[in-house]
């Protein structure tokens, strides 16, 4: 059983569209994240979520919204996409104190046009 | 404001021979650090973490890795590599605390393991 899933894995739109990633995980964790990689691998926060609540909001434009319909969901919708949200998205999970060691997705390759 | 160096974006090494992926961080509160690899098109993998206590930290494949507080590094080793080491290796220092803690990832080191 996978711990964490993503979906779509690959993911191809034109500039203006509005697409949206979802996760899954069902390692019975209390927190979700949201990661950005760019195409030098650099790996950073945009989100995060405990117990559907969001804790974390880094600098990340408007048109990202994370939505946590319950614990082992959170989905990020990007409205007006533009060529600098190509990126891999890697969605992440941890439990109670343990907010470092994370379990990631296979992460969401993203692809403006 | 805390943030990690990867010295290193590729290290290209032969089967069996020993390597060292080096990273440096910049914390001015407690120090928790970390190794996540990540194999080709999956997702990061912790691999090993010093929270206290002994220095050198062990991962169960043979990596080790020594957090020296006065060179403020925390660099990752292992012996004798395989093929199968190939990877994105990411040293990350935790911030934060409780349910606001969060990772500050380095650049990254392509380690390439050729027979």
């Known amino acids: 059983d996978t711990a964490v899933s993503q979906t779509p894995k690959y993911l191809v739109t034109q500039m203006g569209n509005d697409k949206s990633i979802k996760c899954e995980q069902n390692l019975g964790h209390d927190t979700m994240y949201w990661y950005k990689q760019d195409s030098k691998k650099f790996l950073k926060i945009m989100f995060s979520y405990n117990n559907k609540e969001l804790i974390i909001n880094e600098t990340v434009p408007n048109r990202f919204s994370p939505k946590s319909p319950d614990k082992a969901h959170l989905n990020l919708h990007i409205n007006s996409l533009e060529l600098g949200d190509s990126a891999v998205y890697f969605c992440?999970?941890?439990?109670?104190?343990?907010?470092?060691?994370?379990?990631f997705g296979p992460g969401t390759r993203l692809t403006v046009t | 404001a805390q943030s990690v160096t990867q010295l290193d974006s590729q290290v290209p090494v032969f089967e069996e021979a020993p390597v060292e992926l080096r990273c440096n961080y910049s914390s001015s509160v407690s120090v928790y650090l970390f190794w996540y690899v990540q194999y080709p098109n999956q997702g990061l993998q912790l691999l090993l973490k010093?929270?206290?206590?002994?220095?050198l930290v062990e991962s169960i494949n043979g990596f080790e890795a020594e957090f020296n507080k006065s060179q403020t590094s925390f660099h990752l080793r292992k012996p004798s590599v395989h093929i199968s080491d190939t990877a994105e290796y990411f040293c990350?220092?935790?911030?934060?605390?409780?349910?606001?803690?969060?990772?500050?990832f380095g650049q990254g080191t392509t380690l390439q393991v050729k027979p």
């Open positions: 010093y929270l206290s206590g002994s220095t």
């Open positions: 990350a220092v935790g911030y934060g605390s409780g349910n606001t803690g969060k990772l500050i």
């Open positions: 992440a999970s941890s439990q109670g104190r343990a907010v470092y060691e994370q379990y």
